[in-house]
């Protein structure tokens, strides 16, 4: 506790409200159940990022490993919490969650008053639903264009600005490296699998062609339409060409395991990749760079999709005390910055972007500040509760199409039909 408390006292003012919680803390020791998916390293990296918290109170915290899909968390949670669970007393929550999955859980606002006023404002809202801060940022998320610097150099190449360039670098360095003996060689990896994760990748394709967010802030549906029709044409023709067949079923990890053995030039991916990429045993250490994703069209722009996690404590929680002061504590600057400095996590407390240490670490975090200030986020707040259906939809119909079961244009017209439908005469 001295140890733990000094640290925290040298550091800001959010730190001393913590100490001053736990230092307040009743002898009675509990064990808190935290659920959340695994991605990477995330087990490993928790249980050493919480033991600050149980030396200190003397609570014990029972990790629930869940699986690396966040549509399959959602899928068990929503389960969980309509049987009034109380085995779990704090989820790790996706951006996307928060209006669908509110009235489980409790508000935050008081409590966690001060991390809020250092956090990004965006962030803060976008967990706010009727006011009731219902989870606290851990993290947020923008994705990378992850290239091969070296394979670029050596083939005389840039990294792409737009899609058309990426397919044209991706097919000749793919056929250089194939014809110099690496068969395993591939152009371009993502995530194609029909999940959540598509739904992210496809609307970078829509949303930087001048094709829309598929659903507008102010609820219309726009995800049938002539430059989303003709991004999702291109993106179809890479499976089995730039892209393994495979990419098909690829969430974030199986993207990440061909690329980190070297066998890709391109990768979009989040900033957990950039961390595992450069760790000590990583065999494209070194070898990669950054850019942010390319720009569709003629008129478009580059496009992330933004993305995140955050904690909520579960209302059916029996340790509510203790699950909001650990909650207080992964959200607070000590273990954000751990997250920044292990797993290349972008903070969510402002002032994390300053730190030298970080910068010198994880040198994506600082510059990766503007791209998630601009990155576009999934029409979760215009469509509600619905998102999940709205998205399991969106993600279906582009997963059809990048299969060769139908057009872009009749599946998106079907799409469409199917929205108008689930929407009804409101979200
Ligand atoms: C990342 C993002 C999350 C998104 C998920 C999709 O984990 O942070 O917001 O939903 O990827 O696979």
Request: proline share 6%.
């Amino acid at each position: 506790m001295e140890r733990i408390s000094a640290k925290w006292r040298g550091g800001t003012a959010i730190g001393t409200a913590i100490v001053l919680a736990l230092a307040a803390w009743p002898a009675a020791a509990v064990e808190i159940s935290y659920a959340s998916g695994v991605v990477g390293t995330a087990i490993d990296s928790f249980r050493e990022r919480v033991k600050p918290w149980e030396e200190a109170t003397g609570n014990t915290v029972n990790f629930v490993p869940m699986p690396a899909s966040t549509s399959d968390q959602f899928g068990q949670y929503r389960l969980w919490l309509a049987a009034g669970n109380a085995d779990i007393d704090l989820y790790q929550t996706d951006i996307i969650w928060a209006a669908q999955l509110a009235d489980q859980f409790v508000d935050l606002s008081g409590p966690a008053a001060e991390i809020a006023a250092a956090s990004f404002p965006a962030i803060i809202e976008s967990q706010t639903v009727d006011g009731r801060l219902v989870a606290l940022p851990l993290y947020t998320d923008a994705p990378a264009l992850y290239y091969r610097a070296d394979l670029l150099e050596k083939y005389g190449a840039g990294v792409p600005r737009s899609w058309e360039e990426l397919t044209e670098t991706a097919a000749r360095i793919q056929a250089e490296e194939r014809a110099a003996g690496n068969g395993d060689f591939w152009g371009f990896v993502w995530q194609g699998n029909a999940y959540e994760g598509l739904s992210c990748n496809a609307l970078e394709w829509l949303a930087s062609s001048g094709g829309g967010h598929v659903v507008e802030a102010d609820g219309a549906i726009s995800v049938n339409n002539p430059a989303a029709i003709e991004a999702l044409e291109l993106a179809a023709g890479w499976v089995g060409t730039i892209s393994p067949p495979g990419v098909l079923a690829y969430q974030e990890e199986e993207a990440r395991g061909v690329w980190q053995t070297g066998n890709a030039l391109f990768m979009r991916n989040w900033p957990y990749a950039y961390a595992l990429g450069n760790g000590a045993d990583s065999p494209v250490k070194g070898l990669f760079g950054v850019a942010p994703l390319p720009a569709g069209g003629d008129d478009g722009g580059s496009a992330a999709t933004l993305g995140g996690w955050n904690v909520a404590v579960s209302k059916y929680s029996q340790h509510q005390e203790a699950a909001i002061s650990l909650a207080l504590y992964l959200a607070g600057p000590e273990a954000q910055k751990a997250g920044a400095l292990g797993e290349a996590h972008l903070p969510t407390l402002v002032a994390l972007y300053d730190d030298p240490e970080i910068a010198a670490a994880q040198p994506i975090v600082p510059r990766w500040k503007e791209i998630f200030e601009q990155a576009v986020p999934r029409p979760s707040a215009p469509t509600k509760g619905a998102y999940n259906e709205v998205s399991a939809r969106f993600w279906s119909a582009v997963h059809e199409t990048l299969s060769g079961q139908g057009s872009a244009a009749e599946n998106l017209e079907l799409l469409e039909l199917d929205l108008d439908d689930l929407k009804g005469r409101g979200w």
